[in-house]
Nanobody, 114 residues
Framework: QVQLVESGGGLVQAGGSLRLSCSAS????????MGWFHQAPGKQRELVAF???????NYADSVKGRFTISGDLATNAIYLQMNSLISEETGVYYC????????WGQGTQVIVSS
């Protein structure tokens, strides 16, 4: 049973920063890719950034230059550093991992006040 546990969400003013964490119950190298997804209120979940087991990263155009995804083999975790946050980035952030099947965390709430 794969478990992904997110943390690090909270309330932040526009222009501020947050660092999200996703702890996995097994080695992050056991997944083909892991990523962060954003679900704004009333909208569909959208990919923000992902990192492959080979360390390749990719970002949604809207966050390039502001967000950074990283992984830590020692802690079996991935992180999302979010800078210069805007109010539209309010929502629930989910950690996802794929190896055949997709696995999801429970999400962490981010509120960006303007």
């Amino acid at each position: 049973q794969v478990q992904l546990v997110e943390s690090g969400g909270g309330l932040v003013q526009a222009g501020g920063s947050l660092r999200l964490s996703c702890s996995a119950s097994r080695s992050i190298l056991s997944f083909d890719s892991m990523g962060w997804f954003h679900q704004a209120p009333g909208k569909q979940r959208e990919l923000v950034a992902f990192i492959t087991s080979g360390g390749v990263t990719n970002y949604a155009d809207s966050v390039k230059g502001r967000f950074t995804i990283s992984g830590d083999l020692a802690t079996n975790a991935i992180y999302l550093q979010m800078n210069s946050l805007i109010s539209e980035e309010t929502g629930v952030y989910y950690c996802g991992a794929v190896r055949g099947d997709w696995y999801w965390g429970q999400g962490t709430q981010v509120i960006v006040s303007s």
